[in-house]
């Protein structure tokens, strides 16, 4: 019996009115519902616990939106006594701590974090621009010791969980900073720029080419449809690249993440740079 099916047996809702898919996040469990009345959705919420017992609170996700892409989490039921939304997720051995109704989680990553910590070197200097909570961070850090990770953050609440996460990791090779990464100035420059932010991330390489050393490696994010996924991002790093004097050297990959919408997908392409010398 799926789960959806237990959830109908046991809270006697429509299998309709019920969501195909939950994100487990720690122990709260978050879900889209369609078409369901509060009521019915606690019904639905109170099964979930039932069925789940590490399971200690239910959210609906309501939107994810804005430039800090905040999500709109409410709680529906809580076995705690407060309603509780601060939780700590752990993913390949990383622990990442914060608010559901704060702080997006996309699990839908977890593949695309595990292939990124495989590229790093030892010694590396790493730039997350849009560190978030940590997500790229934590794992490159905790994967190569010896590289050091400047992770930037310009949402005060984010930011605040990435420095707990970069404490509960024991991590001694990442350098927290609050701020918006097209102002920060760093003492040395990158070996490496990530950059996992979307939509719009083209507008930010200026920036990445500015914390770049004269050879170095970007992995850049966004968002295209379908039809461009193969030739958009090549044509917007090469673009790029020559205004701020560098050429791409090789393409170290390009890879579809996960469909984001109808024919559009989050598509990482990581690139080699070198500056050019006239």
Same mark, same amino acid.
């Given at each position: 019996?799926?789960?959806?099916?237990? %959830?109908?047996?046991?809270?006697?809702?429509?299998?309709?009115?019920? +969501?195909?898919?939950?994100?487990?996040?720690?122990?709260?469990?978050?879900?889209?519902?369609?078409?369901?009345?509060?009521?019915? /959705?606690?019904?639905?919420?109170? *099964?979930?616990?039932?069925?789940?017992?590490?399971?200690?609170?239910?959210?609906?996700?309501?939107? %994810?939106?804005?430039?800090?892409?905040?999500?709109?989490?409410?709680?529906?039921?809580?076995?705690?006594?407060?309603?509780?939304?601060?939780?700590?997720?752990?993913?390949?051995?990383?622990?990442?701590?914060?608010?559901?109704?704060?702080?997006?989680?996309? /699990?839908?990553?977890?593949?695309?974090?595990?292939?990124?910590?495989?590229?790093?070197?030892?010694?590396?200097?790493?730039?997350?621009?849009?560190?978030?909570?940590?997500?790229?961070?934590?794992? $490159?850090? /905790?994967?190569?010791?010896?590289?050091?990770?400047?992770?930037? !953050?310009?949402?005060?609440?984010?930011?605040?969980?990435?420095?707990?996460?970069?404490?509960?990791?024991?991590?001694?090779?990442?350098?927290?900073?609050?701020?918006?990464?097209?102002?920060?100035?760093?003492?040395?420059?990158?070996?490496? $720029?990530?950059?996992?932010?979307? +939509?719009?991330?083209?507008?930010?390489?200026?920036?990445?080419?500015?914390?770049?050393? !004269?050879?170095?490696? #970007?992995?850049?994010?966004? #968002?295209? /449809?379908?039809? !461009?996924?193969?030739?958009? +991002?090549?044509?917007?790093?090469?673009?790029?690249?020559?205004? *701020?004097?560098?050429?791409?050297? *090789?393409?170290?990959?390009?890879?579809?993440?996960?469909?984001?919408?109808?024919?559009?997908?989050?598509?990482?392409?990581?690139?080699?740079?070198?500056? $050019?010398?006239?």
């Amino acid at each position: 019996m799926s789960l959806k099916e237990k %959830i109908s047996e046991i809270s006697g809702i429509d299998k309709e009115k019920i +969501p195909g898919s939950w994100q487990i996040i720690g122990d709260i469990a978050l879900a889209k519902f369609l078409n369901a009345s509060n009521m019915e /959705k606690k019904k639905m919420a109170k *099964a979930l616990l039932e069925i789940l017992p590490k399971i200690r609170t239910v959210c609906s996700i309501e939107r %994810i939106g804005g430039e800090l892409r905040s999500p709109d989490a409410r709680v529906i039921v809580s076995k705690a006594r407060l309603k509780k939304t601060q939780t700590i997720h752990t993913e390949n051995g990383i622990k990442f701590a914060l608010d559901v109704s704060k702080v997006m989680f996309s /699990k839908g990553n977890v593949a695309e974090r595990a292939r990124l910590v495989s590229h790093i070197r030892p010694g590396e200097k790493v730039v997350d621009m849009f560190a978030g909570i940590g997500y790229f961070t934590l794992g $490159v850090a /905790k994967a190569q010791p010896s590289a050091k990770v400047y992770a930037i !953050e310009k949402n005060p609440t984010a930011f605040r969980y990435l420095k707990k996460s970069v404490a509960l990791n024991e991590l001694q090779n990442v350098v927290p900073i609050k701020g918006d990464c097209r102002k920060v100035r760093l003492e040395e420059k990158a070996d490496r $720029v990530l950059m996992g932010y979307f +939509p719009g991330t083209e507008k930010f390489l200026p920036y990445a080419f500015a914390l770049l050393k !004269e050879r170095g490696i #970007i992995h850049y994010h966004n #968002i295209y /449809k379908d039809s !461009e996924a193969l030739g958009k +991002p090549l044509d917007e790093l090469e673009s790029e690249a020559k205004r *701020a004097g560098y050429r791409i050297t *090789a393409i170290i990959g390009q890879r579809k993440v996960k469909s984001y919408a109808p024919r559009t997908s989050h598509v990482v392409i990581d690139a080699a740079f070198e500056k $050019v010398i006239v």
